[in-house]
């Protein structure tokens, strides 16, 4: 019994064909490389995950590079300017 309830549960999980096809193309459209391919250039659904993780990590990395960057600034600045402020909401 507990068996065939987690087949059931697993089945139910599962991800059909039709919606993983829709999910891969709604990766497609958001990553830029893959965005501005002619259409007739078909990419794998391997690539656009791919494309997907390599995104992602240069998405971390200018996060990283610009809370950098905001916490140089606000180290050069006033602690109780305005300017001070809007940077620390920044770092929020």
């Known amino acids: 019994m ?18 993983m096809i829709d999910l891969v193309s709604k990766l497609r459209q958001l990553l830029p490389e893959i965005r501005e391919r002619r259409r007739s250039d ?17 998405l971390h990395r200018e ?3 610009l809370s950098d ?4 600034l606000l180290d050069s600045v006033d602690e109780d300017s305005p300017e001070a402020a809007v940077i620390r909401s920044l770092l929020m």
């Open 2 to 19: 507990s068996n065939r309830r987690s087949r059931q549960s697993s089945s139910a999980s599962r991800i059909s064909d039709d919606q």
């Open 63 to 65: 996060v990283d590079n």
């Open 69 to 72: 960057r905001l916490s140089q």
């Open 42 to 58: 078909k990419v794998s659904a391997s690539k656009v995950l791919q494309e997907t993780c390599n995104y992602i990590r240069k």
